[in-house]
């Protein structure tokens, strides 16, 4: 099996300001580190690079998304707007910060994630990964927030339905925030099934709900997935299990896109949730087996968030080592702490909002006939 690789030196020189976490500096706010700093990213590479598990996936060429392909999902006074600001940087939107040539960087990462896609579509490689800065779930048409300025994983998808003429393509978010923009740019697109799995209430605070399941025409093709906080590996995966696969089942997309965060682990500061490297790696898992069932194997994972920076580069050696079928020799540390947690079982109140959310299931368009 061979898994395309892709990773940007550039992606880390993306700048999100000193400020503190997600406040810039100012009155009793003492300059430090942004949560979204290059550590999480540049850390899990790194670690790819050291053990040489790149040697063992296949190194994808990237470049920019052309402004026809970001015009497919943003407008033209957002893409204009961003483009004023390169020179000097500025603000996307809400919490959506870049420094001087920010937007070119975040067009390679748009750009990496259709080329993910293409050579997946291709068959130039069985799967892939993109690890790309700045993420993009959170973006909408005509503002970036959360960190997000271009909808890397809703470009990607748009390429394949356009240029590859797919009839339906499936995106599976387990960011621990709801895919806002995602289900945005989707929201009346029967042809794109968008599932989001997070933290219930988290961010955006106002969105994710169940109740939020597809526009006119697209009815039953969103499904959220709002999980209480204390949330592990065994409330994830049987959300996975009675949900998802379920709902991809009846909806046989011909590519499914997984927006691969990994902000819902246990150690990270955004979110309360208590997912193992081991959680990921099982989730994956699951995502990999649908893809051979229902589109030949064709899965891309593009990169989200994620800022625990101890924690991040482990949780995504086990989805590589998932996509490629090989050993790495690296060993998570931290899973001799975390494997006794009893959170890391399913609560019965977890269980109460997976069945809520297993009712959206038969909602789907069935596709299977």
């Known amino acids: ?115 993910a896609v293409r050579a997946v579509l291709r068959g130039e490689v069985d799967n892939a990964y993109a690890l790309v800065r700045p993420a993009g779930h959170h973006a909408e048409a005509d503002r970036g927030r959360g960190f997000c300025l271009f909808a890397n994983t809703s470009i990607a998808a748009r390429v394949a339905l356009d240029e590859f003429e797919l009839k339906r393509v499936a995106i599976v978010d387990w960011d621990v925030h709801h895919g806002n923009g995602t289900q945005s740019v989707f929201w009346n697109d029967p042809s794109v099934l968008t599932i989001s ?82 959680g990921f790696r099982s989730m994956s898992q699951r995502m990999i087996d649908a893809a051979s069932e229902h589109c030949a194997g064709r899965i891309a994972f593009i990169h989200e968030g994620g800022y625990s920076a101890h924690y991040v580069p482990f949780c995504g050696m086990a989805v590589l080592e998932e996509l490629t079928g090989l050993d790495s020799g690296v060993k998570d540390p931290y899973m001799a702490f975390f494997a006794d947690y009893p959170q890391l079982q399913l609560e019965p109140w977890q269980k109460e909002a997976v069945d809520l959310a297993s009712e959206l299931v038969h909602h789907v368009p069935d596709h299977r006939q």
């Open 1 to 115: 099996m061979s898994t395309g690789w892709i990773w940007h030196e550039v992606f880390n020189w993306h700048n999100t300001g000193n400020g503190s976490g997600f406040f810039g500096p100012g009155g009793f706010i003492q300059p430090h580190v942004a949560f979204d700093s290059p550590d999480t990213k540049g850390r899990f590479a790194a670690l790819v690079k050291v053990s040489e598990f790149d040697k063992k996936m296949v190194a994808l060429d990237t470049s920019p998304a052309t402004d026809d392909e970001i015009l497919a999902v943003h407008t033209h006074g957002y893409l204009q707007r961003l483009e004023d600001m390169n020179e000097t940087g500025g603000d996307a939107g809400e919490n959506a910060d870049f420094g001087p040539q920010g937007i070119a960087i975040a067009k390679l990462s748009a750009g990496a994630a259709i080329g």
């Open 197 to 278: 799995l997070h933290q219930d209430r988290l961010y955006p605070a106002d969105s994710g709900m169940r109740s939020e399941s597809g526009g006119p025409g697209a009815e039953g093709t969103a499904i959220n997935i709002p999980l209480p906080a204390g949330t592990g590996d065994g409330g994830y995966l049987d959300a996975l299990d009675r949900v998802v696969v379920p709902a991809l089942e009846r909806f046989r997309p011909e590519l499914i896109i997984i927006g691969s965060g990994f902000d819902a682990s246990a150690t990270d500061p955004l979110g309360r949730m208590v997912v193992t490297s081991a």
